[in-house]
């Protein structure tokens, strides 16, 4: 791995949520809407578990612990020292356990949508379940770190032996191979289904009574602009502040192929503060550069401002470290840093985790479903079972995830100038990106391979650059040739670099 050089940049300030006497005044919309957001997405029934044997389940009979709202506490510290600014909760309600995926349940198969999974509570304290999500809430506020919550599109076979009428009915009752979890029906423009409508406002009404900041709204796409606008307009009486993130699927239009489905736009006019971007379906410098333009457009296109959040990798994304990849997550971490995006990891990468688990599609010795079955998907989050904490054994991409989001907190600034300006540099191979961000008095030079194929020779064409420029390095590979009008430089596959300079005058967009 390249040395990095990191100069840091004097800190902007950023609105911050209000601290009297833990009160916690959210401010979650407006992080976002400045892309100052740094999301770290968690399974708490994972996310600290003890597996002292190291077989990757946890055995309660042998005094193992599953991950739980009060030891997750211990870890809010490490979140806070990465730099990440909120806590993304995989689903926490209560979950369905027929035709179940895993042993323990599919996190996306809810039973509940206003009762807590049972399985997140510790046994080691009187208090409930409810009090532990609290405290845990209450501890990431003391830290400054935001909590939105994931609510799921779909519910548990269950739920839909008991109430047939919240779901869609025909062939699209099954999305996928999902034995699970069937459709709800959300309704359509001209007529919501209220019961469902209600099932969520019981869901706004229960997370916003623990605290939670937000909600990121899984496959949001399923149901109907008008179902949002309604559930939004009623969280937003309760909390002006309430973000709304909304994650959108193309896979949902093979699986589910007759439902159908709200545009990304609609959704935005719904009322929807921005969406999941789809950047680990870019596969070129071109590709990307097209994509960026399109989220730099979404600040005039609507009443109310929007932004992205830079998902290249999420629970549902293979690990790079399992496909052998492991430079490409130093690129994740650094193009979230300077991209006009929120940025956005999952637990585990940080430090490598290829989510192989060896038990994976066993037979179970013992199950808390009606299987017997350890389901895994090979290479991503294990979210069926009681599986270890996760984590890796690169233990240096910590550091470059702490210096990339050190690097975020000023590159946010400069979006966030009066005179800001993003332009796209011309370069010597279509593998290689190349742009200019500039607000205020900085301008940062960034380019990047975007392959993991092999090592490349380019040139990065800057218009404004002078022979005698002596970029600062924030972060640097092998120190580039600088002429007038390029530089000259070797970059290793997924490699980013990136130049500060001060006081650039005439640029243009």
Same mark, same amino acid.
């Given at each position: 791995?390249?040395?990095?050089?990191?100069?840091?940049?004097?800190?902007?300030?950023?609105?911050?949520?209000?601290?009297?006497?833990?009160?916690?005044?959210?401010?979650?919309?407006?992080?976002?809407?400045?892309?100052?957001?740094?999301? @770290?997405?968690?399974?708490?029934?994972?996310?600290?578990?003890?597996?002292?044997?190291?077989?990757?389940?946890?055995?309660?009979?042998?005094?193992?612990?599953?991950?739980?709202?009060?030891?997750?506490?211990?870890r809010?510290?490490e979140?806070?020292?990465?730099?990440?600014?909120?806590?993304q909760?995989?689903?926490?309600?209560?979950?369905?356990?027929?035709?179940?995926?895993?042993?323990?349940?599919?996190?996306?198969?809810?039973?509940?949508?206003?009762?807590l999974?049972?399985?997140?509570?510790s046994?080691?304290?009187?208090?409930?379940?409810?009090?532990?999500?609290?405290?845990?809430?209450?501890?990431?506020?003391?830290?400054?770190?935001?909590?939105?919550?994931?609510?799921?599109?779909?519910?548990?076979?269950?739920?839909?032996?008991?109430?047939?009428?919240?779901?869609v009915?025909?062939?699209?009752l099954?999305?996928?191979?999902?034995?699970d979890?069937?459709?709800?029906?959300?309704?359509?423009?001209?007529?919501?289904?209220?019961?469902?409508?209600?099932?969520?406002?019981?869901?706004?009404?229960?997370?916003?009574?623990?605290?939670?900041?937000?909600?990121?709204?899984?496959?949001?796409?399923?149901?109907?602009?008008?179902?949002?606008?309604?559930?939004i307009?009623?969280?937003?009486?309760?909390?002006?502040?309430?973000?709304?993130?909304?994650?959108?699927?193309?896979?949902?239009?093979?699986?589910?192929?007759?439902?159908p489905?709200?545009?990304?736009?609609?959704l935005?006019?719904a009322?929807?503060?921005?969406?999941?971007?789809?950047?680990?379906?870019?596969?070129?410098?071109?590709?990307?550069?097209?994509?960026?333009?399109?989220?730099?457009?979404?600040?005039?296109?609507?009443?109310?401002?929007?932004?992205v959040?830079?998902?290249?990798?999420?629970?549902?994304?293979?690990?790079?470290?399992?496909?052998?990849?492991?430079?490409?997550?130093?690129?994740?971490?650094?193009?979230?840093?300077?991209?006009?995006?929120?940025?956005?990891?999952?637990?585990?990468?940080?430090?490598?985790?290829?989510?192989?688990?060896? @038990?994976?599609?066993?037979?179970?010795?013992?199950?808390?479903?009606?299987?017997?079955?350890?389901?895994?998907?090979?290479?991503?989050?294990?979210?069926?079972?009681?599986?270890?904490?996760?984590?890796?054994?690169?233990?240096?991409?910590?550091?470059?995830?702490?210096?990339?989001?050190?690097?975020?907190?000023?590159?946010?600034g400069?979006?966030?100038?009066?005179?800001?300006?993003?332009?796209?540099l011309?370069?010597?191979?279509?593998?290689?990106?190349?742009?200019?961000?500039s607000?205020?008095?900085?301008?940062?030079?960034?380019?990047?391979?975007?392959?993991?194929?092999?090592?490349?020779?380019?040139?990065?064409?800057?218009p404004?650059?002078?022979?005698?420029?002596?970029?600062?390095?924030?972060?640097?590979?092998?120190?580039?040739?600088?002429?007038?009008?390029?530089?000259?430089?070797?970059?290793?596959?997924y490699?980013?670099?990136?130049?500060?300079?001060?006081?650039?005058?005439?640029?243009?967009?």
């Amino acid at each position: 791995m390249k040395k990095i050089i990191l100069f840091l940049i004097p800190i902007f300030i950023f609105s911050q949520a209000v601290f009297a006497e833990d009160v916690w005044i959210n401010d979650a919309r407006d992080l976002f809407l400045k892309n100052s957001m740094h999301i @770290y997405e968690i399974n708490i029934r994972t996310f600290n578990a003890t597996d002292s044997n190291n077989n990757g389940i946890i055995d309660f009979d042998d005094g193992e612990e599953s991950g739980n709202f009060l030891n997750a506490i211990s870890r809010l510290d490490e979140i806070a020292e990465n730099g990440s600014n909120t806590i993304q909760l995989m689903p926490i309600m209560e979950l369905g356990k027929t035709k179940a995926l895993g042993t323990a349940g599919s996190l996306y198969a809810p039973l509940s949508f206003n009762k807590l999974n049972p399985q997140l509570e510790s046994r080691r304290t009187a208090l409930s379940v409810e009090s532990q999500a609290i405290k845990f809430i209450n501890e990431a506020h003391k830290r400054k770190i935001r909590v939105i919550v994931e609510v799921p599109a779909f519910a548990s076979y269950e739920l839909y032996l008991k109430n047939p009428s919240l779901f869609v009915s025909g062939k699209d009752l099954i999305p996928g191979e999902n034995t699970d979890i069937r459709v709800l029906n959300g309704g359509n423009e001209t007529s919501v289904n209220r019961e469902v409508l209600k099932l969520y406002r019981d869901y706004v009404d229960y997370v916003i009574s623990l605290g939670v900041d937000g909600i990121v709204a899984n496959e949001a796409s399923t149901k109907p602009a008008k179902f949002w606008e309604e559930l939004i307009s009623y969280s937003r009486r309760k909390d002006p502040h309430f973000l709304w993130v909304a994650q959108i699927s193309e896979r949902n239009k093979q699986i589910l192929p007759d439902l159908p489905l709200t545009s990304c736009d609609k959704l935005l006019n719904a009322g929807f503060d921005g969406y999941y971007g789809n950047f680990g379906n870019i596969h070129s410098a071109k590709e990307l550069m097209a994509y960026v333009k399109n989220i730099l457009g979404l600040k005039n296109k609507y009443a109310s401002p929007k932004a992205v959040v830079g998902a290249f990798l999420t629970h549902d994304s293979m690990s790079p470290v399992a496909d052998n990849n492991i430079s490409y997550l130093d690129n994740v971490f650094w193009m979230n840093a300077i991209l006009p995006v929120n940025s956005f990891i999952t637990d585990g990468l940080t430090t490598g985790d290829s989510f192989i688990y060896l @038990y994976g599609n066993k037979k179970a010795f013992k199950s808390f479903t009606d299987s017997n079955i350890y389901y895994v998907n090979r290479g991503k989050v294990d979210i069926f079972n009681f599986s270890r904490k996760p984590g890796g054994k690169y233990l240096p991409l910590r550091q470059e995830f702490i210096e990339a989001n050190r690097l975020k907190y000023n590159v946010s600034g400069i979006y966030n100038a009066v005179d800001f300006k993003f332009i796209e540099l011309k370069t010597s191979s279509p593998d290689i990106l190349g742009f200019v961000l500039s607000g205020g008095k900085y301008t940062l030079i960034s380019y990047a391979n975007m392959t993991k194929s092999m090592q490349q020779d380019v040139k990065i064409y800057i218009p404004f650059l002078k022979g005698e420029d002596l970029p600062i390095p924030i972060k640097l590979g092998s120190i580039p040739k600088i002429e007038s009008g390029k530089l000259s430089t070797q970059l290793m596959p997924y490699e980013v670099n990136i130049l500060l300079m001060e006081n650039v005058s005439k640029l243009k967009k």
